[in-house]
């Protein structure tokens, strides 16, 4: 499996701007899908983004739409997510995963491998 480490959280004023990333390390990173998935205080995980392996195609959760940005390079294995006009229901703990099955998937049973979360909090 690839191993990921997610990384970019912190604190923000509503309508401020973060940038996530995650770095892949192991098996091959272009084999895989990758997504981002969070979690808020006393909510179940909830699909946020995600982008196919090749980054032809992305999906998003319509909460995060026109604000959060996926992106991929394959040659630094690596994948990030700019969030702009973050709002305070934003606020959760962001993981970063990868799916064997390529495609931009938001069921988060086909993501087999998971970075360690890095918090976002958005607040005045």
């Known amino acids: 499996q690839v191993q990921l480490v997610g990384s970019g959280g912190g604190l923000v004023q509503p309508g401020g701007s973060l940038r996530l990333s995650c770095a892949a390390s192991?098996?091959?990173?272009?084999?895989?899908?990758m997504g981002w998935f969070r979690q808020a205080p006393g909510k179940e995980r909830e699909f946020v983004a995600s982008?196919?392996?090749?980054?032809?195609?992305?999906d998003y959760a319509d909460s995060v739409k026109g604000r959060f940005t996926i992106s991929r390079d394959n040659v630094k294995n690596t994948m990030a997510m700019p969030m702009d006009s973050l709002k305070p229901e934003d606020t959760a703990i962001y993981y970063c995963?990868?799916?064997?099955?390529?495609?931009?998937?938001?069921?988060?049973?086909?993501?087999?491998?998971w970075g360690q979360g890095t918090q976002v909090t958005v607040s005045s």
């Open positions: 995963a990868a799916s064997a099955i390529r495609i931009a998937t938001k069921t988060s049973r086909e993501f087999t491998s």
């Open positions: 192991g098996r091959t990173f272009g084999n895989y899908a």
């Open positions: 982008i196919s392996w090749n980054g032809d195609t992305t």
